[in-house]
């Protein structure tokens, strides 16, 4: 099967979720932002690449969700897709592209799909408008993800980045808007910034897989921000972070020694040097 064949064999399927949680196997889920990084999770075998629209902070400098347009997640994760074509990816629906109207979010998510050639979508939320977005989405073949808890597009009402569902009354509501979201028909739901004992429990009414981040190991499956596992953002050290490597080490040696390299007529060398022939 070629890789631009409809579905092809190694790409996971939103079956193949709920089969992974049926039977206990951990989904494995970074974001992604760029062709090479891309290449790189499709090539270590990620389950599902989410082109977040933690975008805005991590690779356009905004300091929220909330500026993030659909044109800058298209244009991303069309780069995504290039270099991962057989990873299941979803992408975020960013802020006022879904919150307007059924209308709106059909719409915008269906551009998602169509010109970028991803295979879901994620949106915040699990009032009953959220639940309304979600069934019209899924009547039109289209898979959704939710996101409940730490809601980063409503982080001004939330009162900042904080753990959410603490008290009775908050884990009692979130309860509920898992169970809404999949009757809603979502196919996931990520849980984010959520004590660990409410995430398992909610992971164990819900017949469809939750995604964690700063939930806790009885999630279903774990999303981390790439740039943030790999060490590229060393200011950003929250408690559920485990950090799996030191890009932004690495990359400063490498400026550094380029510099080094240049001012002292060290690069290029022979060997980087074009003769006349050959
Ligand atoms: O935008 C994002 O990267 C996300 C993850 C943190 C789940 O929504």
Same mark, same amino acid.
């Given at each position: 099967m070629s890789e631009n064949s409809p579905q092809s064999q190694s790409r996971k399927t939103v079956r193949d979720f709920l089969e992974m949680k049926s039977r206990g196997e951990p989904i494995t889920v970074l974001t992604c932002y760029d062709v090479l990084f891309a290449r790189l999770l499709a090539e270590e075998g990620v389950d599902m690449i989410l082109v977040g629209d933690s975008l805005g902070q991590v690779a356009l400098g905004y300091d929220s969700t909330l500026p993030v347009t659909l044109e800058e997640m298209l244009h991303h994760t069309r780069a995504v897709r290039r270099g991962a074509p057989d990873t299941f990816t979803v992408? *975020?629906?960013?802020? +006022?592209?879904?919150?307007?109207? !059924?209308? *709106?979010?059909?719409? !915008? =998510?269906? %551009?998602?799909?169509?010109?970028?050639? =991803?295979?879901?979508?994620?949106? @915040?939320?699990?009032?009953? @408008?959220?639940? *309304?977005?979600? %069934?019209?989405?899924?009547?039109?073949?289209?898979?959704?993800?939710?996101? +409940?808890?730490? @809601?980063?597009?409503?982080? !001004? =009402?939330?009162?900042g980045f904080r753990v959410q569902g603490r008290s009775e009354e908050e884990a009692e509501r979130m309860k509920r808007q898992s169970l809404a979201l999949e009757e809603a028909g979502c196919f996931s739901v990520v849980l984010e910034l959520v004590p660990g004992t409410l995430a398992g429990e909610i992971s164990r009414v819900l017949r469809i897989p939750t995604i964690g981040i700063g939930a806790g190991v009885e999630c279903d499956g774990q999303v981390l921000v790439l740039p943030d596992v790999l060490g590229l953002n060393p200011d950003f050290s929250p408690r559920f972070l485990k950090k799996y490597g030191r890009l932004a080490e690495a990359a400063r040696a490498g400026i550094r020694g380029y510099v080094k390299d240049v001012k002292a007529r060290q690069y290029p060398g022979d060997e980087h040097t074009f003769g006349e022939e050959g």
């Open positions: 992408v *975020d629906l960013p802020f +006022l592209s879904y919150q307007v109207s !059924n209308e *709106d979010a059909l719409r !915008n =998510a269906g %551009r998602a799909l169509k010109e970028t050639g =991803a295979h879901a979508v994620k949106l @915040e939320g699990g009032r009953k @408008e959220s639940c *309304d977005r979600v %069934r019209t989405l899924v009547r039109a073949g289209i898979p959704v993800m939710g996101h +409940l808890g730490f @809601e980063p597009q409503s982080v !001004n =009402a939330l009162g």
